[in-house]
């Protein structure tokens, strides 16, 4: 681990510790500005390790690095914000806060995205884009099936912005799962690293804003301290994710993985359908979310298979073709031409007879 990395973890680290520490003899009015202390500290360590990430990376990496550090720049600019609302007591929802904090998950999925551009077919990419609008629409009817029963206060608008943060970040972290199978990558803990964090930031975010419907968000709690040690993970997943893995000895079972793909998408559904009918009573709207979602990723996994189907076919043709010609049989096409031309010969001679 390079010096400079060290030193920005071990930083942080003692600061968190260190706030950690305090927390047992601060008063009720301090807890809250404490709390911005940590998130402040971790957001901040987080971008610098994205950073080092990008400048350090190679230049095939740089291409998807460049939008880690963006999505983690935006972060800790949208926490320099809250800062600001907390010390003016300016606290509207939404803010413009969550502009920012909102911009992490798409721009870990664009990055994400432009490294699978790099190395996999124009089909296989069609295919990782439909899994993850399949895995969106999914996890967007959960959500909503979570959030109505306790969503009579909210408007359209802040409902759409509580559901916004966790859905970015966990189709971040399902983006993040699929490219291990595409892109064959090694299973080792740096390349796991990143998709694992996505997807715990996305469940705290879930979490936390239910907790901020129903009115039970308390200052100091191990849910808000959650954000602050899983940012630490997200900075150093970003640092460490490459997309040039020597995954090729999973290949095959990488293959199988990638039709069972569109299952775990189905399976989402069937937990918001079942969610949603769960109430007493059962949410109307939650219950129409839950089975629009579920016609959407069904037909989304029936195009998505279809595709990959059609690419498969067209890899079994060429390489049938490739192995005729290392044999020295010409392709079907060119035997047909071959025997036309030999037969006008025999023609004209019977015509010269």
Not at 195 to 209: K, T
Not at 219 to 248: I, K, M, Q, T
Not at 325 to 346: K, V
Request: proline share 5%.
């Amino acid at each position: 681990m390079p010096a400079d990395l060290k030193l920005i973890l071990s930083g942080a680290s003692l600061l968190l510790l260190a706030t950690a520490a305090i927390l047992p003899f601060a008063g009720e009015s301090w807890l809250a500005l404490l709390d911005n202390v940590h998130w402040t500290v971790s957001a901040a360590a987080a971008w610098a390790i994205a950073w080092l990430g990008a400048l350090r990376g190679a230049a095939g990496q740089y291409v998807y690095r460049r939008w880690f550090c963006y999505g983690t720049g935006l972060y800790f600019a949208g926490q320099c914000c809250w800062n600001l609302q907390e010390l003016f007591y300016w606290n509207p929802f939404p803010a413009p806060a969550d502009v920012f904090y909102l911009a992490m998950g798409p721009c870990f999925g664009v990055g994400l995205l432009k490294a699978l551009r790099r190395q996999v077919s124009p089909a296989r990419l069609l295919a990782a884009k439909l899994d993850t609008v399949a895995m969106t629409l999914a996890l967007l009817g959960f959500i909503l099936a979570l959030y109505l029963p306790h969503a009579a206060n909210a408007d359209v608008l802040e409902l759409t912005v509580l559901a916004a943060y966790p859905l970015g970040l966990l189709s971040a972290a399902s983006l993040a799962l699929l490219a291990i199978p595409f892109l064959s990558l090694e299973l080792a803990w740096a390349g796991c690293l990143l998709p694992a964090a996505l997807l715990v930031e996305g469940g705290v975010w879930m979490q936390w804003n239910l907790q901020a419907l129903t009115g039970t968000n308390q200052a100091a709690s191990p849910l808000n301290w959650a954000f602050s040690v899983n940012g630490l993970l997200v900075g150093l997943g970003a640092y460490l994710w490459r997309a040039d893995g020597e995954g090729n000895a999973c290949r095959r079972t990488y293959a199988r993985v990638m039709r069972a793909i569109p299952v775990a998408a189905v399976l989402v559904s069937a937990a918001t359908l079942a969610l949603s009918l769960a109430g007493q009573p059962a949410h109307r709207a939650a219950v129409f979310i839950a089975a629009v979602s579920g016609v959407s990723v069904l037909l989304l996994s029936i195009l998505r298979q279809s595709l990959l189907l059609a690419e498969s076919e067209k890899l079994l043709e060429a390489a049938a073709h490739r192995g005729q010609s290392e044999l020295g049989y010409p392709p079907p096409a060119q035997t047909g031409e071959r025997r036309e031309c030999e037969g006008e010969p025999q023609r004209g001679m019977q015509q010269g007879e």
